[in-house]
C-alpha cells in the first residue's frame, strides 16, 4: 500500500518570506511524487513532479520541491511568498513499479500567506 | 496544453432526480479517466476509474448503481449519480491521463462540479 502524509493542516507565512510545505509518502516500489495546488471552489492545479534524476525539481509559479529519499519527503519550497500563493496543496505519490499506477494524495495542507 | 473541462460547474437538484456530469480533455486524448469526491476541507476521494470503453472500476464502498460511468471516447467520461440524495452533495472532481503518457505522465483535473441536492 502507498500513502502520503501532510503533517501541518495550515502553514502561515508573511509575504516575502521563504514557505515550506511538508510531505512524506510510504510507498514499496519507485515513488513517482507530485505536488498539486486547489484554489476555492476548483480543481487541481499541477505545479511539479519528481520522476527521476536531479532530486530538486523546479515548477510552476516558482516552486520547487527537493526529493530525499532517506527520509521519503518531498517537500514544496518557495523562496519568497506572495499573497496569491495563499491556496490548499496536495502531495501524491504513485508507485512507478505497480502497473494499477494510482495517485494517492495526502490530506492537504492549507497555506496562508499575509501581506 | 493538457486541459481538462467539466460540466456544468455548479449544479442544484432535487432530490430523487438524477445529474449528468461531464469531463472531456479538451487537448489529449485520454485512456483513463478518474472521478473524485472532496469533502469541504479534505482530501480527494478516488470513486472509480474509468478506461475508454470498458466498464469503470469502482473504489471499495462506491455504488457503481448509483455513480454510473460512462467513458465512450478518448476525449469524454461522465459521471451520472442516480437518484441524488442530500448526502450526495459534493464537489466532484474529474482527472485525466494522456494517452502518451506511461506510469511516469501526470494527471491533469477538471475544475470540479459542485452537486448540491435539496
Known amino acids: 500500500a502507498q500513502s502520503v502524509a501532510q503533517p501541518e493542516d495550515q502553514v502561515n507565512v508573511a509575504e516575502g518570506n521563504p514557505l515550506t510545505v511538508k510531505c512524506t509518502y510510504s510507498?514499496?516500489?519507485?515513488?513517482?511524487l507530485f505536488w498539486y495546488v486547489q484554489y476555492p471552489n476548483r480543481g487541481l492545479q499541477f505545479l511539479l513532479k519528481?520522476?527521476?534524476?536531479?532530486?530538486l525539481v523546479k515548477g510552476s509559479y516558482g516552486f520547487e520541491a527537493e526529493f530525499n529519499k532517506s527520509q521519503t519527503s518531498f517537500h514544496l519550497k518557495k523562496p519568497s511568498a506572495l499573497v496569491s500563493d495563499s491556496a490548499l496543496y496536495f502531495c501524491?505519490?504513485?508507485?512507478?513499479?505497480?502497473?494499477?499506477?494510482?495517485?494517492?494524495f495526502g490530506g492537504g495542507t492549507r497555506l496562508m500567506v499575509k501581506p | 496544453g493538457a486541459v481538462v473541462s467539466q460540466h456544468p460547474s455548479w449544479v442544484i437538484c432535487k432530490s430523487g432526480t438524477s445529474v449528468k456530469i461531464e469531463c472531456r480533455s479538451l487537448?489529449?486524448?485520454?485512456?483513463?479517466m478518474f472521478w473524485y469526491r472532496q469533502f469541504p476541507k479534505q482530501s480527494l476521494m478516488l470513486m472509480a476509474t474509468s478506461n475508454e470503453g470498458s466498464k469503470a472500476t469502482y473504489e471499495q464502498g462506491v455504488e457503481k448503481d448509483k455513480f454510473l460511468i460512462n467513458h465512450a471516447s478518448l476525449t469524454l467520461s461522465t459521471l451520472t449519480v442516480t437518484s441524488a440524495h442530500p448526502e450526495d452533495s459534493s464537489f466532484y472532481i474529474c482527472?485525466?491521463?494522456?494517452?502518451?503518457?506511461?506510469?511516469?505522465?501526470?494527471?491533469?483535473f477538471g475544475p470540479g462540479t459542485r452537486l448540491t441536492v435539496l
Open positions: 487537448d489529449f486524448q485520454a485512456t483513463t
Open positions: 519528481y520522476i527521476t534524476g536531479d532530486n
Open positions: 510507498v514499496s516500489g519507485n515513488p513517482y
Open positions: 501524491a505519490v504513485r508507485d512507478g513499479n505497480n502497473a494499477g499506477n494510482m495517485l494517492t
Open positions: 482527472s485525466a491521463r494522456d494517452l502518451a503518457g506511461g506510469p511516469t505522465d501526470t494527471q491533469y
